[in-house]
């Protein structure tokens, strides 16, 4: 085996073949010749990836490897870690963009004398992109003589899908591989901070153009928020952590921004930036930031002097307030800042002063309440703060508009991490900051009751300065009011009835049932029906696991491509089944012609039978049994897992089939009128518990 072969674990293995890591530990014992550990350790060995490919392909388990798997794994088995591998790709891949006629000279030759002139070349389009002070460091010819069979797979994958695209990927594995390193800031979130800043500047609102300023990120993370900027002229961005720094910057180089003489400055720098500002009086357009939340180590004690705290000098458990401060000293006269906030530093009474000069002077002019899961930590709803750098040629502005998405049913979306609707939440806010946002705007702001309000500064300045949008704007109550309570009673009414008439027949007795089974596994082997798993990746709405157990429409959003490998997206078709596979719960649901066309989600397993051979809710039906589920599941100390495959059917003709299958599909409409029975009582009672309350419904 050659000395710089690629190394893969047992987790890898599983991937590359699309089985659990037990069926690894599975074919370890069974197969004589599977090939020997090469490092790692006894109980997490690592294995030689041709070897591995090779006895995979021989066993007929393994077609061939994907070049983006390929490229991944590679990466993984670096010697010197993935990340050192991942930054040295980055370069090759802003090398193969920037210079491709260079790049093909450079890969003409063996590969140490590659890794000898890579360096040169890669010095010159690393200072050309990021000029003096680069996050991004050249690679010594030492250090990159063992990622030189990765930069030839990586420069193949960037001629298959692209360069960013690529870098993409691998970073979006990276992060995904190891969730806790990274602080993320998802798409949809930065998305809709960017757009809170584009109304910045009145000049490019009169002119037409979208987008085109200076943008600082003091906090840049993996560069989300600066990826979201639409035709920047120049990004800035800050990020304590050297790798993490270096990542970013090769990623914003890598997006496409602009080409040629358009593309924006790019200035990444590595450092703390509250005790070490690397752009000391440099003034920008917008400033987006993404803070980390409960510091306690930020430099309250040698930074008590410090020129920015020009509203107050932050306490020490108000870190967030301190970055609220750097990011408006960054800002030009009238340019905006969009920060990230914890709900508690809208009410913490050691903040109540900063607050308060903050709404005096105009400074604050949005807080943003968002739905619980939009950013880690998934448990808590977030708040966007929208600040403004005062005019001394203006007044201060005398409202604050107070908007609360928190609420999934304010802002049409569902709630909860992997299911936030974000076109929707998105929706919500800007149509609320749009008609707020108006240059020498005379009538007053529609208020929309319990989702956004404009609320007089004065009002805010009491005691405690609580800008939480929950305090300010009471929810309508749950019912809306006596007539729509009186609907809601007769809706439920007609449910109850609905339900009555689908109510089971008395339940025959009978033998048990003597007849032969086969199971799902056998079915699939016989083209009866095809099996799958949901990746959630794709385009459009996806069908997650908490919409198959609440029988609710898709609500998840998709997962970037970048971050699987497992190719085309899982479009459901009517007709099909789908199984959880995690819970122990007997469920299975039928998709119907309105949830069709959906993407399957994580977590699901797709049967889809053959209508010729079997009838979807006989297949159904049968999967639901308690016995079935019970034989059919593996039990771990925290979960039930679920193999698909062993679930049991009985061998019946097709005409047998369809009357088992009505009584189920009469089952299953039975237990929806039931559920939304249920929902609608709640409704009810909930409703006139508000109305009763706040006055709207008088008592009998």
């Known amino acids: ?52 490919e090779q006895w995979l392909r021989d066993q007929g388990k393994l077609a061939e490897v994907s070049l983006r798997e390929r490229v991944w794994q590679q990466l993984a088995g670096h010697p010197d870690g993935t990340v050192t591998a991942l930054v040295h790709a980055g370069c090759a891949l802003l090398l193969v963009r920037d210079r491709p006629t260079a790049w093909l000279e450079i890969t003409a030759v063996s590969d140490a004398r590659m890794a000898g002139v890579l360096p040169a070349a890669l010095d010159h389009v690393l200072d050309d992109r990021f000029g003096p002070g680069r996050a991004v460091p050249t690679p010594t010819a ?13 420069a193949d994958l960037a001629a298959e899908a692209g360069a960013r695209q690529a870098f993409d990927f691998l970073f979006g594995r990276q992060v995904d591989a190891n969730p806790r390193q990274y602080t993320l800031t998802p798409p949809g979130l930065a998305e809709l901070m960017a757009d809170l800043a584009e109304p910045a500047r009145d000049a490019a609102r009169r002119s037409g153009r979208r987008g085109s300023r ?14 979201a900027v639409g035709r920047p002229t120049a990004l800035y961005a800050q990020e304590a952590d050297p790798d993490l720094a270096a990542l970013t910057a090769l990623r914003l180089a890598l997006h496409p921004t602009g080409s040629g003489t358009d593309r924006p400055t790019l200035a990444v720098r590595t450092g703390d930036t509250l005790r070490a500002d690397a752009f000391p009086g440099l003034t920008v357009d917008t400033v987006l930031c993404h803070p980390p939340f409960n510091e306690r180590n930020w430099g309250h004690d040698e930074l008590a002097y410090d020129p920015r705290w020009e509203y107050g000098f932050p306490a020490r458990t108000e870190s967030e307030l301190a970055w609220v401060q750097h990011a408006l000293a960054h800002l030009r006269e009238g340019g905006t800042a969009v920060v990230l906030m914890p709900p508690a530093a809208a009410s913490r009474r050691s903040g ?56 999934p049913e304010a802002a049409g979306a569902p709630s909860g991490r992997d299911r936030l609707d974000w076109p929707a939440v998105r929706r919500a806010v800007l149509d609320a900051w749009a008609p707020f946002d108006v240059p020498g705007r005379r009538e007053p702001v529609e208020e929309r009751p319990g989702t956004s309000r404009a609320v007089p500064v004065i009002e805010l300045l009491d005691d405690d300065v609580d800008l939480a949008p929950a305090r300010h704007l009471p929810p309508p109550a749950a019912g809306g009011g006596a007539a729509e309570l009186a609907r809601v009673r007769e809706r439920l009414d007609d449910t109850l009835k609905l339900a009555a008439r689908l109510a089971p027949p008395p339940a025959a007795p009978g033998a048990p049932a003597r007849r032969p089974f086969t199971t799902v596994a056998e079915l699939a082997r016989a083209g009866a029906l095809h099996l799958r798993t949901g990746t959630g990746t794709g385009t459009g709405p996806v069908l997650t696991e908490h919409d198959v157990l609440a029988g609710t429409a898709p609500s998840g959003t998709p997962a970037p491509p970048a971050a699987s490998p497992e190719g085309e997206p899982l479009l459901l078709e009517a007709g099909d089944v789908i199984v959880p596979v995690l819970g122990g719960g007997s469920v299975a649901r039928v998709v119907d012609e309105a949830t069709a066309g959906a993407v399957l989600g994580r977590n699901l397993q797709l049967l889809r039978p053959d209508p010729a051979a079997l009838d979807p809710w006989f297949l159904a039906g049968f999967l639901r049994g308690t016995a079935n589920h019970r034989q059919a599941s593996s039990y771990a100390s925290t979960a039930t897992r679920l193999d698909a495959r062993r679930l049991q059917v009985p061998r019946l003709p097709l005409t047998e089939q369809r009357r088992y299958g009505e009584q189920f599909s009469a089952l299953a409409a039975f237990e929806e009128a039931l559920r939304t029975a249920g929902r609608l009582g709640g409704q009810l009672v909930q409703g006139m518990y508000d109305g009763l309350t706040d006055g709207t419904v008088a008592p009998k």
Request: charged share 20%; glycine share 8%.
């Open 1 to 52: 085996m050659p000395d710089d072969s690629t190394e893969v674990t047992a987790a890898g293995i599983a991937r590359l073949a699309g089985v659990g890591r037990a069926a690894v530990s599975n074919w370890r014992r069974r197969h004589a010749d599977f090939p020997k550990p090469v490092g790692g350790t006894e109980t997490s060995p690592s294995f030689a990836l041709p070897e591995v």
């Open 142 to 154: 030492a250090a990159l003589l063992p990622s030189v069979p990765l930069l030839r797979a990586a």
């Open 214 to 227: 200076t943008v600082l990120d003091p906090a840049a993370g993996t560069g989300a928020l600066l990826c």
């Open 352 to 407: 109540r002063r900063i607050r308060a000069d903050l709404l005096r002077r105009g400074a604050l002019r949005a807080v943003v309440a968002l739905p619980a899961g939009a950013a880690p930590p998934y448990g808590i709803p977030l708040h966007i703060w929208v600040l403004r750098k005062p005019d001394a040629e203006q007044p201060p502005a005398p409202e604050l508009l107070l908007v609360d998405t928190s609420d």
